[in-house]
């Protein structure tokens, strides 16, 4: 089964504070996407990442992929209010025109 | 900047009556798809569509859902026999293209679709 799956689901951190989200896959995949949604909103495009060891970083946010280990991680650094959203994961499956979506990391910074 | 625009943002409907939910992509973009989100759920691939014919389409989309590109510029998903599970915010994405260079999809902000 086709899975892509987040860790953690609910993340709560003090502001100031740094913290990894995990995004494991389990199928061969080309590219993998991060998004954030705010709550009733759509989702924003964050980072593309397109080959084994690329690494995007955005302001407070960083994102890498190990295409080996099927896993990437979006790094938050001292993490601010605003950054309060779910962030989710997306890749493409290999062979197909269909994308799978992660099961999103509801993030919550405290002032 | 350019961005997907999603038409109505909220649809009620009876159970078993026919929705027709409406995108415009934006313009230059060749690849459409849609999503569904259930509520504080996963985003949900549903089909994606390329140069008037589906590419791709998840077992999700069964028999009661039909997308279509009837102009230039429209691109619609339709339920044809709605049920009360098919309540959901429906997301319309578009690319330029399929996963190549680092073009992400751009997505609507739904139509919130309540069947009652």
């Known amino acids: 089964e086709l899975k892509v799956e987040q860790n953690p689901l609910f993340l709560s951190m003090q502001e100031g504070k740094n913290y990894t989200i995990y995004c494991n896959y389990s199928?061969?995949?080309?590219?993998l996407y991060w998004y954030r949604q705010d709550p009733g909103k759509s989702l924003e495009s964050l980072f593309v990442?397109?080959?084994?060891?690329a690494v995007k970083q955005e302001g407070r946010l960083m994102a890498s992929l190990d295409t080996k280990a099927r896993l990437s991680t979006l790094h938050i650094t001292a993490a601010v209010h605003d950054l309060s959203a779910t962030y989710f994961c997306?890749?493409?499956?290999?062979?197909?025109?269909?994308?799978?979506f992660g099961t999103g990391t509801r993030l919550k910074v405290l002032a | 900047e350019p961005e997907v625009t999603q038409t109505p943002s909220h649809q009620v409907t009876q159970m078993g009556q026919e929705v027709i939910l409406r995108c415009v992509p934006i313009?230059?973009?060749?690849?459409f798809y849609w999503y569904r989100q259930i509520l504080g759920q996963k985003v949900e691939f549903l089909v994606s569509?390329?140069?008037?014919?589906?590419?791709?389409k998840s077992e999700i989309f069964d028999d009661q859902f039909s997308v279509e590109r009837p102009d230039g510029s429209n691109f619609t998903l339709k339920i044809r026999s709605t049920k009360l599970e098919d309540s959901a915010m429906y997301f319309c994405?578009?690319?330029?293209?399929?996963?190549?260079?680092?073009?992400?999809?751009?997505f609507g902000d739904g139509t919130r679709l309540s069947i009652l």
């Open positions: 994405a578009s690319s330029e293209a399929w996963a190549v260079g680092n073009q992400p999809q751009h």
């Open positions: 199928t061969t995949s080309d590219r």
């Open positions: 990442l397109l080959s084994n060891g």
């Open positions: 997306a890749v493409d499956i290999r062979g197909t025109y269909k994308y799978i």
């Open positions: 313009s230059n973009h060749l690849y």
């Open positions: 569509f390329y140069n008037n014919e589906i590419s791709e």
